[in-house]
């Protein structure tokens, strides 16, 4: 009886918003979190803007775009395995060996792009699979998986370049257009990230897979009285970071002209994670969007723009990530009324 009778008011009151005008409809459908990452992307590029000329010029943007890139794919796959209720720390070393494989296979297979891409996609997939066993079979928790995964990637792409660039690949014209071509005035990198986006919003907004996703972040043990097969759900999202890791890799030698083992990769997986918590992930599960994750990168990409435009030390990015994390958490805890860890009630 009690069930019946509380939950009209809470549907009424969505349906209200969702019909009402003015600024309740409009926080209903952009959301709140969003709304403040909209506002501090204004602020910052209000800021940056008037104290250089030049930062928000069509050519800066296209430089922060292009460098946002790798971050936004995986940010939005860390999106979908945080929203499944895991976490992966290992998708930067992942970019790596996808990185050092894509151009070792290109070179080995006389400059044949395709090879070199296929080679990555295939590691990637291997990597994501192995992950996911681990930690549903092994029962590992997904941070102390992938935290060891983090450094045996790592050490992995080390070990098959020796710790050296590998190849070169801007002498083959796929690569080329991968790193620096345009299409309809955006780069191609861009438009890479756009569909990948788009594809995976698709998918948990609007696909029985995507909300049994959201069940299991939610509340696995209900997802499982309902019938989800959990296991297979955990071994398909991170098998999915896998493939997506490793485009983000290819990418990365596209850019950079050949395989990077660490450059350009490293420290990826706590811009991922940021941007997702910045996004309005809840760290437990059961809640996030695509949406709210790409606002987060593109903060996230104008701030690291803005302090190396000025002139500020680079370390300074990291010390701003990683309080912008921390904001992000603590946000988290307030809205969900949840008892601080050794505080009283």
């Known amino acids: 009886m009690s069930t019946t009778t509380n939950t009209p008011p809470a549907t009424t009151g969505s349906t209200e918003a969702r019909k009402g005008a003015g600024p309740a409809a409009l926080l209903f459908s952009v959301g709140g979190q969003n709304l403040s990452l909209i506002g501090a992307l204004v602020v910052v590029l209000a800021l940056f803007g008037a104290l250089n000329d030049n930062y928000l010029s069509i050519s800066n943007i296209q430089v922060i775009a292009e460098a946002a890139t790798i971050t936004g794919l995986l940010a939005v796959v860390q999106t979908v395995v945080i929203i499944c209720?895991?976490?992966?720390?290992?998708?930067?070393?992942?970019?790596?060996?996808?990185?050092?494989?894509?151009?070792?296979?290109?070179?080995?297979?006389?400059?044949?792009?395709?090879?070199?891409?296929?080679?990555?996609?295939?590691?990637?997939?291997?990597?994501?699979i192995l992950n996911g066993v681990v930690i549903v079979y092994g029962r590992v928790n997904p941070t102390i998986a992938?935290?060891?995964?983090?450094?045996?990637?790592?050490?992995?792409?080390?070990?098959?370049?020796?710790?050296?660039?590998?190849?070169?690949?801007?002498?083959?014209?796929?690569?080329v257009f991968l790193g620096r071509g345009k299409i309809a005035g955006l780069p191609v990198m861009v438009w890479i990230l756009i569909v990948t986006a788009l594809a995976v919003?698709?998918?948990?907004?609007?696909?029985?897979?995507?909300?049994?996703i959201y069940a299991i972040g939610g509340n696995d043990t209900a997802a499982r009285l309902a019938g989800i097969d959990i296991n297979k759900y955990l071994v398909a999202v991170y098998a999915?970071?896998?493939?997506?890791?490793?485009?983000?890799?290819?990418?990365?030698?596209?850019r950079t002209g050949s395989g990077q083992p660490t450059s350009g990769s490293e420290g990826l997986e706590l811009k991922a994670i940021t941007a997702a918590a910045l996004g309005g992930c809840a760290l437990k599960g059961g809640k996030g969007g695509i949406g709210g994750t790409l606002l987060a990168v593109a903060l996230l990409g104008c701030?690291?723009?803005?302090?190396?435009?000025?002139?500020?030390?680079?370390?300074?990015?990291?010390?701003?990530?990683?309080?912008?994390?921390?904001?992000?958490?603590?946000i988290q805890q307030r809205r969900s009324g949840e008892r601080a860890i050794g505080l009283p009630a």
């Open 85 to 128: 209720g895991g976490l992966d720390i290992s998708v930067g070393s992942q970019a790596g060996v996808a990185s050092v494989v894509s151009a070792m296979a290109f070179t080995g297979a006389g400059s044949n792009a395709l090879a070199g891409m296929a080679a990555a996609v295939g590691v990637g997939v291997v990597i994501g």
């Open 146 to 175: 992938t935290l060891a995964g983090l450094a045996a990637y790592k050490g992995l792409a080390q070990l098959i370049s020796n710790g050296r660039a590998q190849g070169y690949v801007l002498n083959n014209d796929v690569f």
């Open 201 to 212: 919003h698709l998918l948990l907004k609007y696909t029985d897979i995507g909300r049994n």
């Open 240 to 254: 999915l970071i896998g493939v997506v890791a490793a485009v983000a890799g290819i990418l990365l030698t596209a």
């Open 303 to 330: 701030l690291e723009n803005g302090l190396t435009v000025e002139g500020i030390n680079s370390f300074w990015q990291n010390v701003a990530q990683g309080a912008l994390l921390v904001v992000a958490v603590v």
